[in-house]
């Protein structure tokens, strides 16, 4: 299976300043047609998760773009630029390449 | 608009047998994978089943800690994703949320596997 291992477990960040979350592959995530099969999720607290970013790079509906991702084949970054109150919340990355679909740990994201 | 609605939790005992649902709405059911997930208290997302489209031959996928309990389905008629939980265990204890390619998730149903 393929295992993403996200860090740092969680991050403090005063509103309006920038957080940045890494996650980690085992395995590359490109596949054989050329996409990268990388998503990040958020999670508030007491909901379900919520589709961020799909294909590494590219914001889910609706989602600001103050949320950006980046990465190679297997180690990729979630930035969330002026972080606002409703960003509070686990965020996951998960990968779609083969089954099992698996996800990282979380990051849980608090206010200072 | 994508619309998804879990039923069907509770509180079962050890060995004991559930039937959790999902009303899909807002799309073609037929042309989407499904899928199940569940997330334990306190812990982190787990994908547990999926259930390929129609152009697939709804073709099933499981995790190995579910495979030969839990049966993921489809009434394609009614627009239903099913799945049947036999012989659940304290460790199926989770909130089980359906979801459509997760791009879309339902807001989740509990089941409490304890005697």
């Known amino acids: 299976d393929i295992v993403l291992t996200q860090a740092p477990l969680s991050v403090s960040v005063t509103p309006g300043e920038s957080a940045s979350i890494s996650c980690r592959s085992s395995?590359?995530?490109?596949?054989?047609?050329?996409?990268?099969?990388l998503y990040w999720y958020l999670q508030r607290p007491g909901k379900s998760p919520q589709l961020l970013i799909y294909q590494m790079s590219n914001l889910a509906s609706g989602v600001p773009d103050r949320f950006s991702s980046s990465g190679s084949e297997t180690d990729f970054t979630l930035k969330i630029s002026k972080v606002e109150t409703e960003d509070v919340g686990v965020y996951y990355c998960?990968?779609?390449?083969?089954?099992?679909?698996?996800f990282g740990g979380g990051t849980k994201l608090e206010l200072k | 608009e994508v619309k998804l609605v879990e039923y069907g939790g509770g509180l079962v005992q050890p060995g004991a047998s559930l039937r959790l649902s999902c009303e899909a709405s807002?799309?073609?059911?037929?042309?989407?994978?499904m899928e199940w997930i569940r997330q334990a208290p306190g812990k982190g997302l787990e994908w547990i089943a999926a259930?390929?489209?129609?152009?697939?031959?709804?073709?099933?996928v499981y995790s190995a800690s579910v495979k030969d309990r839990f049966t993921i389905s489809r009434d394609t008629y009614k627009s239903i994703l099913y799945l049947q939980m036999n012989t659940l265990k304290p460790e199926d204890t989770a909130i089980y949320y359906c979801?459509?390619?997760?791009?879309?998730w339902g807001q989740g149903v509990m089941v409490t596997v304890s005697s």
């Open positions: 807002g799309f073609t059911f037929s042309d989407f994978y």
């Open positions: 259930s390929r489209n129609k152009a697939n031959d709804y073709s099933t």
């Open positions: 979801a459509r390619g997760l791009s879309h």
């Open positions: 395995k590359s995530l490109l596949s054989s047609k050329g996409i990268t099969s």
């Open positions: 998960g990968h779609r390449l083969e089954y099992p679909w698996t």
